[in-house]
């Protein structure tokens, strides 16, 4: 049987037609767009929140490092929700529990309130609305043929969201200040709420294809030791985990970076935009890329590209023209591994458990975004310098570039017990 047969064999939820593969598209790379683009300005956010609640940078820091925890931490278990209850009911809850969080962060002036707002509600809720479940369904509802290309574009919706969401913070923290501008962003996400419509579905008629004759379908619990159990997947979220170290390093520091460089904070805003304008571009070429060259090869070459550019950065003069420009070359790389990461998850292990076994490789990389987002504000306000980070960042880069060469993109027989 074909890849195409097998896409539309009885019993599968069928991909969307072509009149619907772009509102399929645009569902989830506007859910992701909103959610992803909070989330990655609340860095601008960081000092306000310092000097208002007087907690010190380390304080706030822990909180941004637990929320890049739970949104990983949540990912596997509204994965799992969403394979077998359905996409749209998780996506549903998550995106209210972004807005509920983000609109009462700037109420909380504990260490503890800071954590519950931002680290359990607005994260947890971007997880379940996040890139597993939307990568999941986009896989589910589009034909395998178009799948790269699909991913690519939800992945640059995440990036079109930082881009667009800057901009859009700092005017608001102009005009209304930072407390309200934080309040409105919350209202701002849900605009998501309709893609619930699009998205819905489950994968137990996928889950039902896996199940061989006489047997019976992959259970979570089998899916994930199986999968644990193959090398490939190991060294897949052992790299993803540096991708997290990086992308939440410079998400919650690089406005600390540019005022540590002495550069106005107006360029800190502009250099997320940045990040986000050029991730659009690396997202959808990485898109492009995928089933054309090795995935796992693909990888390695952006972790290494990301190794040699902050390498770059720290000798070169701290100027807003050099800012911009690390902006936009660390934008082509920051979340274009995504593409690759949940393509190789799907070839080795099909779509069926795909949002779940795809939430683990997504928590690893916030394993990776806890140490990254807590260690930036630990050895700065330590050391007064991101150095030592920086170092460390390109020392993991180099380690996740070589860690990818010997994945295995062949897909291993995952077999359920007989019944």
Excluded at 218 to 242: D, E, K, N, W
């Amino acid at each position: 049987m074909t890849d195409r047969a097998a896409s539309a064999a009885p019993g599968a939820t069928p991909p969307a037609a072509s009149h619907a593969i772009w509102l399929v598209l645009l569902a989830a790379a506007g859910t992701f767009a909103l959610t992803m683009g909070v989330r990655q300005t609340m860095g601008l956010f960081l000092s306000s929140l310092n000097t208002s609640t007087g907690l010190g940078l380390g304080s706030i820091s822990l909180a941004f490092a637990f929320g890049q925890l739970w949104w990983g931490l949540t990912q596997p278990f509204a994965g799992a929700v969403a394979d077998r209850i359905g996409t749209g009911r998780v996506i549903f809850i998550g995106v209210l529990l972004v807005a509920l969080g983000t609109f009462i962060t700037p109420l909380m002036t504990t260490t503890a309130g800071l954590i519950f707002a931002i680290g359990v509600l607005a994260a947890g809720g971007a997880g379940m609305a996040g890139p597993s479940v939307l990568m999941a369904a986009t896989t589910r509802l589009v034909p395998l043929h178009k799948r790269g290309l699909a991913t690519g574009v939800v992945n640059a919706g995440g990036s079109f969201g930082q881009f667009a969401m800057a901009p859009i913070a700092i005017g608001l923290m102009a005009t209304v200040g930072w407390a309200s501008a934080m309040q409105w962003l919350a209202v701002l996400i849900l605009v998501a709420l309709p893609a619930v419509f699009v998205l819905k579905g489950n994968s137990k008629a996928l889950a039902a294809q896996t199940a061989t004759k006489g047997g019976s379908p992959l259970t979570a619990r089998q899916a994930i030791s199986q999968a644990i159990g193959t090398p490939s997947y190991r060294y897949l979220s052992l790299g993803f985990l540096v991708c997290g170290f990086h992308v939440a390093f410079l998400a919650t520091h690089l406005p600390g970076v540019v005022a540590a460089c002495g550069l106005p904070p107006e360029i800190g805003g502009w250099a997320l935009a940045m990040i986000g304008l050029f991730n659009i571009v690396g997202s959808l070429l990485m898109g492009w890329a995928v089933g054309r060259w090795r995935m796992k090869s693909l990888l390695a070459l952006v972790y290494a590209a990301r190794g040699i550019a902050v390498l770059i950065f720290l000798l070169a003069p701290k100027t807003p023209a050099v800012m911009l420009i690390f902006a936009a070359v660390m934008g082509v790389t920051f979340l274009s591994t995504v593409p690759p990461t949940a393509g190789l998850v799907a070839k080795m292990f099909g779509p069926a458990n795909m949002a779940m076994l795809f939430g683990i490789v997504m928590l690893a990389h916030q394993i990776g975004g806890f140490l990254g987002a807590f260690l930036g504000g630990y050895v700065f306000q330590a050391t007064g310098s991101y150095d030592i980070v920086w170092y460390i960042d390109i020392a993991l880069a180099a380690g996740a570039a070589l860690v990818n060469l010997p994945i295995r993109e062949s897909r291993p027989a995952l077999m359920a017990k007989p019944a």
